[in-house]
Antibody
């Protein structure tokens, strides 16, 4: 069974940093691209970042470029999102997702990030 | 970025009804269109991928159609567990989602 379990969320002040993790199981992690998607409270879904299976290619939405870094450790089957210079507009539930059959077919349960002073 | 315009934003229906939700892309997305269901406090669940392919384990009352810029999700006979919010999603280029359709009990 495919499982994605996010952790690392919480309350953080504007300008500070936070690192999210996503532990994967039930599939060969190193064979698949991985993604972070977020959903602000009572809002829609927004793609944040993606990483290739090897980790050699990364992609970001414009609003997080230069502030967020997606990475992966294939030996640990874990995906990361390092978030620096956080802003109030980054407040959201963050989901990790993968592409076993199609883009974003399996999602984790999500982790809440609140940026507030 | 490709904009996804989803309609209606709110849909009231009864158990047994046939319902349709529409999604219009700002340009041709070549059938790279997925549909998700989300219930309160849960992650989105994939229902349909690439316009008309039913995800494993999803009931056959869900179906999808469309091409070019216009796509539709149909639920043939609403069941109590189908109420929630539905999102369309295009992955023809940089991924973008529709704003969602909240399906509520009439």
């Amino acid at each position: 069974e495919v499982q994605l379990v996010e952790s690392g969320g919480g309350l953080v002040q504007p300008g500070r940093s936070l690192k999210l993790s996503c532990a994967a199981s039930g599939f060969t992690f190193s064979n698949y691209g991985m993604h972070w998607i977020r959903q602000a409270p009572t809002k829609g879904l927004e793609w944040v970042a993606s990483i290739s299976p090897s980790g050699g290619s990364t992609y970001y939405r414009d609003s997080v470029k230069g502030r967020f870094t997606i990475s992966r450790d294939n030996a640990k089957s874990t995906l990361y999102l390092q978030m620096d210079s956080l802003r109030s507009e980054d407040t959201a539930t963050y989901y990790c997702a993968t592409d076993l059959t199609t883009r974003f077919d399996y999602w984790g349960q999500g982790v809440m990030v609140t940026v507030s002073s | 970025d490709i904009q996804m315009t989803q309609s209606p934003s709110l849909l009231s229906a009864s158990v047994g009804d046939r319902v349709t939700i529409n999604c219009k892309a700002s340009q041709n997305i070549n059938k790279y269109l997925n549909w998700y269901q989300q219930k309160l406090g849960e992650a989105p669940k994939l229902l349909i991928y690439n316009t008309n392919n039913l995800q494993t384990g999803i009931p056959s009352r869900f179906s999808g159609s469309g091409s070019g810029t216009d796509y539709t999700l149909t639920i043939s006979s609403l069941q109590p567990e189908d109420f929630g919010t539905y999102f369309c999603f295009q992955h023809n280029s940089w991924p973008t989602f529709g704003a969602g359709t909240k399906l509520e009990l009439k």
